[in-house]
């Protein structure tokens, strides 16, 4: 529907099915603009899905395991895939060429269990592996480095580790532990100042980007291990979801950029969350939870093994339940909120994703000021010069003219990127930021993505 049509003071969080994608899919992540998705495989392939044609638009084949994690860069220009088989591969979607042109693998020591661009750029990247290691890996020429986040220890912390992990060894003698808690979860924050790391201690450790070290430990009572991370957009919203199948939402403190060759002091805190969610009837836990683009809503998938239920609440009302979308009785894997929509996408065990939306009246006085709607027929009164002929010489040329212009219809798709959403504000002379951007990266505004031609027979 035409965005214009719609009034804005109506929009709230989506309530029904507007389409399904088979597309074989673990899970699925709107691009930055909201109109294509990709869609991560078991096979080893992502599918880039064009959601105004519902068609595929772009396979990115080039893993032999399953695909674990996907990522777009901040103009849609790059598409990350990280895989079992050790490998991030990082696509070129301006590329005229099906599959895209890989514009950089990296490999590790493990299967990858996510990986996220830097929000600023395309060029450095954060891998959690398997193992519980989390790596920044910057591929800039004056900052090639391959970083692991390391996890700073008190004495203290040592010997409550120590007697921790000596119980755990005594109860499964078969495997090694270090001091450091396992690392399960990681992401960048919205700014990229930041990387949050969930353990499995119920600790998030935060470390600065450029500097790579721990400025933050923060504890979280009753969590347990952490499962996911996710960010508001806006402000300083931060939600959990761990294994005591609550999801919790936090306010961060602000944290104080640290300084070359200083020592940086580590701030230890216990979080109180400003609010918890979770299903008191049927104590079910969470696949997956989703911010709204303005922080206002929440929504929390379901790990219910026998139907696809997506809990919605309205952070902005306190945090009360706003309602539970049912998805029919293919269980729920993955959701993800649209960038800039009250739409969402979740994704079902038999490789469906489910495109939610929130249907709404259409306005269409907002054509002209003067439109007026009507309930049933009214006798139209013609004005006096409406319908006179026109000159019918300048009519034809002026078909003529429009007729010889020329259509570019292999050129791609102009304007893709609403940059004023996208871009991340910064103060001038924020050092963490300065780093990011030096050496920036080709994602750069007004990309062409390429329409490729194929024959019937070559059609997906």
Known sequence: MNASLLNPFTVTHPTAVQTSLVSGASFARFDPTGKFVAAGRSDGSAAIWDLD?????RW??????????????????????????????????ASPVDPPQRYNTIRFDAPVVSAYFHPRNSRIVLALLSTGEAYVVDSRKEHRARVELCEALSEDDDDERARYFALVFALQPALTYGLSSIMTTARFDPSGRHVFV????????????????????HRIAGAGSMKSLEFAKVGRRFA?????????????????????GAECAVLETELEPTHRFNDPISKVSWHAMSY??????????AADPATHKIYIWDISNDGQFATALDGGR????DIHWHPQAS????????GSVLIWHCPSPERWGAFAGGFEEADENVIYEEGESEFDIENEVELAMRKKLQEDEAVDILGGVDDLIDHKMNGVAGDPGDEDLEWADDEPDDDWQGWRLKVIMVDDDDAY
């Not at 050790?86 to 979607?93: R, T």
């Not at 739409?343 to 038999?350: D, I, K, P, V």
């Open 53 to 57: 044609t519902r068609a595929v638009i």
């Open 330 to 333: 293919e269980p729920l894997i």
């Open 60 to 93: 990115c084949e080039g893993h032999v395991k399953a695909v674990t994690s996907v990522d777009w860069s901040r103009n849609s220009r790059y598409v990350l895939t990280s895989s079992k088989d050790w490998n991030v591969i990082i696509w070129d979607l």
């Open 198 to 217: 969930g353990t499995s201690t119920g600790n998030v450790l935060v470390f600065n980007s450029r500097m790579k070290i721990m400025v933050a430990r």
């Open 343 to 350: 739409r969402l996408a979740s994704t079902t065990n038999q």
């Open 292 to 301: 709204s683009p303005d922080g206002e809503w929440l929504a929390g998938g």
């Open 240 to 260: 959990t979801n761990s294994s005591d199948r609550t999801i919790r939402q936090f306010i961060l403190p602000t944290y104080p950029s640290p300084i070359v």
